[in-house]
C-alpha cells in the first residue's frame, strides 16, 4: 500500500539551528515527492519536490531535500532556521492522487 | 505565476442552507481538486477533474456536489450540510493529473 509517514509529530528548534524533518514513503513505482508548508489558516505552498534525476533537490525559502531510494526516505533540511518558518509541513507522494503524511509542526524558539 | 485563488475567504452557513465554493485559476492547467481538512490535519482528497471531466470521486457525500464550468473554473456546491462538515475547504490545480499541484488559500467553512 502507497503512504508517507513524517514520524515527528512536533519539532522545537532554536532560531538560528539547523533543521531537519524527516519523510518516509512506501510506493510502488519511482515516486513523485513533495513538500508542502502550510502556515495557520492557509493554503499549502509548494517547497520543493523531486521527480527523476539529482536526489538533491532545491526548494524555496532556502529549503533542500534529499532522496534516498535505500532508505526510502525524503527528509527536508534547513541549515539556518528562521522564526518565519514556523509552520504545518507536509510530505507528499504520487501523482494524480497525492498521498499525504500526517504533517510535522515546527515551532522556532528565540 | 502559479496563483489559485478561491472566494469566499470565510463561510458560516445552516445546515439547510444552500451555497458554493469557488476556484479559479488562469495557468491553463487541465486538472482541478478539491480537498477537505480539519484541523492538525492533512487535506485528504475529494473530487478530481480532469479536462473539465470529474475523473475521481472519493466517495464523496452527495450534499457535496462538484462542478466544473469551464478549464479555469471550479466549483462546489453545499446542501444541507453538517457541522461535522466544518472545515478549510482547499482547491488546487496541476497542469495535467499526475504533475505538480499547486494549491489556494482555501475556504475556512463553518456549519452551524
Known amino acids: 500500500a502507497q503512504s508517507v509517514t513524517q514520524p515527528d509529530i512536533h519539532i522545537t528548534v532554536s532560531e538560528g539551528a539547523s533543521l531537519e524533518l524527516r519523510c518516509n514513503y512506501s510506493?510502488?513505482?519511482?515516486?513523485?515527492l513533495f513538500w508542502y508548508v502550510q502556515s495557520p489558516g492557509q493554503g499549502l505552498q509548494l517547497l520543493l519536490k523531486?521527480?527523476?534525476?539529482?536526489?538533491l533537490v532545491q526548494g524555496i525559502k532556502g529549503f533542500e531535500a534529499e532522496f534516498k531510494r535505500s532508505q526510502s526516505s525524503f527528509n527536508l533540511r534547513k541549515p539556518s532556521v528562521h522564526w518565519s518558518d514556523a509552520a504545518e509541513y507536509f510530505c507528499?507522494?504520487?501523482?494524480?492522487?497525492?498521498?499525504f503524511g500526517q504533517g510535522t509542526e515546527l515551532s522556532v524558539k528565540p | 505565476d502559479t496563483e489559485v485563488t478561491q472566494t469566499p475567504k470565510h463561510l458560516v452557513m445552516g445546515m439547510t442552507n444552500k451555497k458554493s465554493l469557488k476556484c479559479e485559476q488562469h495557468?491553463?492547467?487541465?486538472?482541478m481538486y478539491w480537498y477537505k481538512q480539519k484541523a492538525k490535519k492533512p487535506p485528504e482528497l475529494m473530487f478530481v477533474?480532469?479536462?473539465?471531466?470529474?475523473?475521481i470521486n472519493e466517495s464523496v457525500p452527495s450534499r457535496f456536489s462538484p462542478e466544473c464550468p469551464n478549464s479555469s473554473l471550479l466549483n462546489l456546491h453545499l446542501h444541507a450540510l453538517q457541522p461535522e462538515d466544518s472545515a478549510l475547504y482547499l482547491c488546487?490545480?496541476?497542469?495535467?493529473?499526475?504533475?505538480?499541484?499547486?494549491f489556494g488559500p482555501g475556504t475556512r467553512l463553518l456549519v452551524l
Open positions: 523531486y521527480f527523476s534525476g539529482d536526489t
Open positions: 495557468m491553463g492547467h487541465r486538472a
Open positions: 510506493y510502488g513505482a519511482t515516486p513523485y
Open positions: 507528499a507522494v504520487g501523482g494524480g492522487k497525492l498521498i
Open positions: 488546487a490545480s496541476s497542469q495535467t493529473r499526475g504533475e505538480t499541484q499547486y
Open positions: 477533474y480532469s479536462y473539465e471531466k470529474l475523473s
